[in-house]
């Protein structure tokens, strides 16, 4: 079965970096889109960026783009998001999926990030 | 930006029929998919491209589309159905939409 499992989440200061990782098992990975997707607490879902398959497409919501950068390693079925500049609207829950069409039909338990002095 | 807009909360009685609506412009053409997210839990897809159902997911949860609006329709609702409920489309650029949620509550 499907499986996405987060880590790298964690209490991180204002302007300061984070990179999280997603390990995919169950699936083909290298042969399907991946996306990341935020949910800060007591609110609703946000999309925040998705790659291709293959890496060669790659976009991001407005209020990450040029801050967040996401990339994966077919090699190992992983998905990674580097995030840096973090301000505390960036406090979420970050959820990695699996993309279907227009859609996220696979989702990861979470990473909780924090950012705070 | 594209936008999509749901009900905060909808309450229904069990085994009654529960009516979550997602409107935004032109959604019926923009394929709306539907996701279930149970208290301290993950989202779970229920619908998606409109009206389909993914294998697991219960018969009684089902989907239409007509002009601007979405729904989401629950029969038979039962006490395990209680969560909230996100529409979602793409904008037909490169974003994608998610609605902000309606609360299901089973009385």
């Known amino acids: 079965q499907v499986q996405l499992v987060e880590s790298g989440g964690g209490v991180v200061q204002p302007g300061r970096s984070l990179r999280l990782s997603c390990a995919a098992s169950?699936?083909?990975?290298?042969?399907?889109?991946m996306h990341w997707v935020r949910q800060a607490p007591g609110k609703g879902l946000e999309w925040v960026a998705v790659?291709?398959?293959?890496?060669?497409?790659?976009d991001y919501a407005a209020s990450v783009k040029g801050r967040f950068t996401i990339s994966r390693d077919n090699s190992r079925n992983m998905l990674f998001l580097q995030m840096n500049s973090l301000g505390t609207d960036d406090t979420a829950f970050y959820y990695c999926a699996k993309a279907s069409a227009r859609e996220f039909d696979y989702w990861g338990q979470g990473a909780l990030v924090t950012v705070s002095s | 930006s594209y936008e999509l807009t749901q009900p905060p909360s909808v309450s229904v009685s069990p085994g009654q029929t529960a009516f979550i609506t997602c409107s935004g412009d032109?959604?019926?053409?923009?394929?709306a998919s539907w996701y279930q997210q149970q208290p301290g839990q993950s989202p779970v897809l229920v619908i998606y491209q409109g009206n389909r159902r993914p294998s697991g997911i219960p018969e009684r949860f089902s989907g239409s589309n007509s002009g601007n609006t979405a729904t989401l329709t629950i029969r038979g609702t039962q006490a395990m159905d209680e969560a909230d409920y996100y529409c979602?489309?793409?904008?037909?650029?490169?974003?994608?939409?998610f609605g902000p949620g309606t609360r299901v509550t089973v009385l």
């Open positions: 032109q959604l019926g053409f923009r394929y």
């Open positions: 790659i291709s398959y293959d890496t060669n497409y790659k």
């Open positions: 169950g699936f083909t990975f290298s042969s399907f889109g």
């Open positions: 979602q489309a793409w904008d037909g650029s490169t974003a994608y939409v």
